[in-house]
T-cell receptor, first 112, second 113 residues
Framework: QQQVKQSPQSLIVQKGGISIINCAYE??????FPWYQQFPGKGPALLIA?????SEKKEGRFTISFNKSAKQFSLHIMDSQPGDSATYFC???????????FGKGTLLTVNP | EAGVVQSPRYKIIEKKQPVAFWCNPI?????LYWYLQNLGQGPELLIR????????DSQLPKDRFSAERLKGVDSTLKIQPAELGDSAVYLC???????????FGQGTRLTVV
């Protein structure tokens, strides 16, 4: 059972464009939703996170939009840059064993 | 402040051989995680420690995998014997507590031949 579904699997964006990655979850006990960025050969690095009591959180060019009723959240990267090219993972934390569950990842390529 | 430190970075072993990975979490972090990441996939939890106690090891294949976190700081993950399907990246992460941000190490890439 995949508890966090992420789409698209891959995404190509031109420099300066907006990158949008979507995630959906099933477990209503989740109460913390981080996004991780991973470059090849590196571990995932926390990018931005949100809790369900807010609908949006912005940090620089990165914004999380959260829809509690739809059980969906998304990452928006404004003014995408070639240096943003990486794999992005959404995740959700919570439930009876407080386990951090990851989506399958989105490979983002930003063309110059 | 140093991040999560893992060693070795890379390991190549023959099948049926044992292998061990080491992790030093961020100072003061009580929660430590071991994750498995297959190529093109998201990390999957193997085991989570709260201090010395393994509070979630439901996904750890206990017939061949073992882990320990003596003194509630460093941790070791062991595989014995290794199988071809164990080839993956093994990630260690730590957090101040189970409901706060987790920080990952660079991982150990294991290749079983």
């Amino acid at each position: 059972q995949q508890q966090v579904k992420q789409s698209p699997q891959s995404l190509i964006v031109q420099k300066g464009g907006i990158s949008i990655i979507n995630c959906a979850y099933e477990n209503t006990a989740f109460d913390y939703f981080p996004w991780y960025q991973q470059f090849p050969g590196k571990g995932p690095a926390l990018l931005i996170a949100i809790r369900p009591d807010v609908s949006e959180k912005k940090e620089g060019r990165f914004t999380i939009s959260f829809n509690k009723s739809a059980k969906q959240f998304s990452l928006h990267i404004m003014d995408s840059q070639p240096g943003d090219s990486a794999t992005y993972f959404c995740a959700a934390l919570g439930g009876s064993n407080y386990k951090l569950t990851f989506g399958k990842g989105t490979l983002l390529t930003v063309n110059p | 402040e140093a991040g999560v430190v893992q060693s070795p970075r890379y390991k190549i072993i023959e099948k049926k051989q044992p292998v061990a990975f080491w992790c030093n979490p961020i100072s003061g972090h009580n929660t430590l995680y071991w994750y498995l990441q297959n190529l093109g996939q998201g990390p999957e939890l193997l085991i989570r420690y709260e201090n010395e106690e393994a509070v979630d090891d439901s996904q750890l294949p206990k017939d061949r995998f073992s882990a320990e976190r003596l003194k509630g700081v460093d941790s070791t993950l062991k595989i014995q014997p290794a199988e071809l399907g164990d080839s993956a990246v093994y990630l260690c992460a730590s957090s101040y507590s189970g409901n706060t941000e987790a920080f990952f190490g660079q991982g150990t890439r294991l290749t079983v031949v």
